[in-house]
């Protein structure tokens, strides 16, 4: 106010203004494009606001919550997947010796050996493991094939797994780690994220359990993922180790999680 001016005060009305509700949700950052170790998915950031329709002002509500970023886990998880499978030797005695130690692992299925073995599909989801899409036929060379074919070997080896399992899977795997763009992309249309793997076990030689053992706990560390079969040939270095893996790395101060089941930092 100026000099001279005077202020003339009356008796007014008091008025309450509506309020809206404000929702502000914080999407988690995107994952990376191809997950070499176990990745925690992150949540959602979520707040809720009373905003004045006239004054502006705002006041947070109760229960909202900070986004927790995707990222890397730091801690000392590790993840056993098993590739090729189902099959009727193998699978039975790597879900025999999991059950046992308590540990859930993800089963990298190939499509036709699902339609094959239904049963074995069925006892992994229903002991708790992770459905992993491995394509519909096993193709070694899959990005050097037209589209049509990546969009069948892919879209079929999820759905005869959704078809015999009931379930989607998440999770895309490569047949022999081969991988494109394009490839990434058709997985990630039908909905699954792309595991490739951080410690080749280098099963496949079927060098002695003990050489086998000795090669998978040398390369531990946090979130590593670890590359097995369970079908596709041979597999009795795999399961004659695969207890005192399981042994050695709890020994090392490690747990088990899965792609599917990493808890948010």
């Given at each position: 106010m100026r000099r001279?001016?005077?202020l003339r005060v009356v008796d007014g009305q008091d008025r309450v203004e509506q309020a809206v509700r404000q929702v502000i949700d914080t999407p988690v950052p995107n994952l990376p494009v191809v997950e070499h170790w176990l990745i925690h998915a992150g949540e959602p950031g979520h707040r809720s606001y009373l905003v004045g329709e006239r004054s502006g002002e705002r006041e947070e509500e109760p229960g909202g919550r900070d986004m927790i970023g995707a990222g890397p886990v730091t801690s000392n998880l590790i993840g056993?997947?098993?590739d090729d499978?189902?099959?009727?030797?193998?699978?039975p005695i790597?879900?025999?010796?999991l059950r046992d130690k308590g540990v859930k692992a993800t089963f990298c299925d190939v499509g036709y050996r699902v339609f094959e073995y239904p049963q074995l599909v069925r006892a992994e989801l229903a002991e708790g493991?992770?459905?992993c899409d491995h394509t519909n036929g096993h193709v070694i060379d899959l990005p050097r094939k037209p589209h049509d074919v990546i969009e069948a070997q892919v879209g079929d080896g999820a759905r005869v797994i959704h078809d015999i399992s009931g379930d989607w899977p998440a999770i895309y795997r490569p047949p022999g780690g081969s991988l494109s763009q394009e490839?990434?992309?058709v997985a990630r249309a039908h909905g699954m994220r792309t595991l490739h793997w951080s410690c080749d076990s280098l099963d496949y030689r079927r060098p002695p359990p003990p050489v086998l053992l000795e090669r998978i706990l040398g390369c531990l560390g946090p979130g590593v993922v670890v590359l097995m079969h369970d079908g596709?040939?041979?597999r009795s270095s795999t399961v004659a180790m695969l207890g005192a893996l399981i042994d050695g790395a709890r020994a090392r101060g490690f747990g088990f999680s899965t792609p599917a089941d990493v808890?948010?930092?």
């Open positions: 001279g001016m005077r056993l997947t098993f499978g189902p099959d009727p030797t193998w699978t790597v879900l025999a010796v493991h992770t459905l490839v990434v992309d596709g040939g041979d808890p948010a930092a």
